[in-house]
């Protein structure tokens, strides 16, 4: 038979949902006690808040902390494993051609300038690169992950006879397929 755990409001689907309803709930309480008790009743409401966390001091209750916890531990593995893949093989000046996003914590974890990175936050000429690879696509590394706008210009070079060959695919269970292209 399962084992229960005890009920927390804090660690149900929904609670932080209708905590702007409990916030607006505790002011509309303070505001109808009398003027000389305002303040111990709204130490009270702190106090009756807080005691789930003072109750049970754990990080995993805090569920800030936890949703954030796990849903990075995925993202910093396949960042991690495909800068140890770039990183002895990528040359300054060659370029990369990437998108937006949790990508670029790739470059952070290789040390290496954005300034080397071809993204959306270039505007304009990253929409023509991706969208006429033919003509503007000039980098020698690609990585996107699969799907993105970075990995149709691969696609669409190739009608071309760009060449890029797929140098590594990585795998995350929970994480997005990253795929590295090299010209």
Same mark, same amino acid.
């Given at each position: 038979?399962?084992?229960?755990?005890?009920?927390?409001?804090?660690?149900?689907?929904?609670?932080?949902?209708?905590?702007?309803?409990?916030?607006?709930?505790?002011?509309?309480?303070?505001?109808?006690?009398?003027?000389?008790?305002?303040?111990?009743?709204?130490?009270?409401?702190?106090?009756?808040?807080?005691?789930?966390?003072?109750?049970?001091? &754990?990080?995993?209750?805090?569920?800030?902390?936890?949703?954030?916890?796990?849903?990075?531990?995925?993202?910093?593995?396949?960042?991690?494993?495909?800068?140890?893949?770039?990183?002895?093989?990528?040359?300054?000046?060659?370029?990369?051609?990437?998108?937006?996003?949790?990508?670029?914590?790739?470059?952070?974890?290789?040390?290496?300038?954005?300034?080397?990175?071809?993204?959306?936050?270039?505007?304009?000429?990253?929409?023509?690169?991706?969208?006429?690879?033919?003509?503007?696509?000039?980098?020698?590394?690609?990585? &996107?992950?699969?799907?993105?706008?970075?990995?149709?210009?691969?696609?669409?070079?190739?009608?071309?006879?760009?060449?890029?060959?797929?140098?590594?695919?990585?795998?995350?269970?929970?994480?997005?397929?990253?795929?590295?292209?090299?010209?």
């Amino acid at each position: 038979m399962p084992t229960l755990k005890p009920f927390s409001f804090y660690n149900t689907r929904y609670g932080l949902a209708v905590l702007p309803l409990f916030a607006l709930a505790a002011a509309g309480l303070v505001a109808v006690a009398p003027a000389r008790a305002r303040g111990i009743v709204g130490a009270l409401l702190v106090v009756a808040a807080i005691a789930p966390w003072i109750a049970h001091p &754990s990080a995993s209750n805090w569920i800030t902390w936890e949703e954030s916890r796990v849903n990075s531990v995925a993202r910093r593995a396949w960042q991690k494993e495909a800068a140890d893949f770039l990183r002895p093989r990528y040359r300054l000046g060659t370029g990369i051609l990437t998108t937006c996003g949790d990508l670029t914590g790739i470059y952070r974890e290789m040390r290496i300038p954005l300034r080397e990175t071809f993204t959306c936050d270039n505007g304009l000429p990253y929409l023509a690169t991706v969208l006429r690879p033919e003509l503007y696509l000039h980098e020698q590394w690609v990585v &996107s992950a699969g799907g993105g706008a970075a990995q149709s210009a691969v696609n669409r070079a190739a009608w071309y006879r760009i060449g890029y060959s797929l140098e590594k695919t990585i795998v995350v269970k929970d994480a997005p397929v990253i795929e590295i292209y090299r010209r």
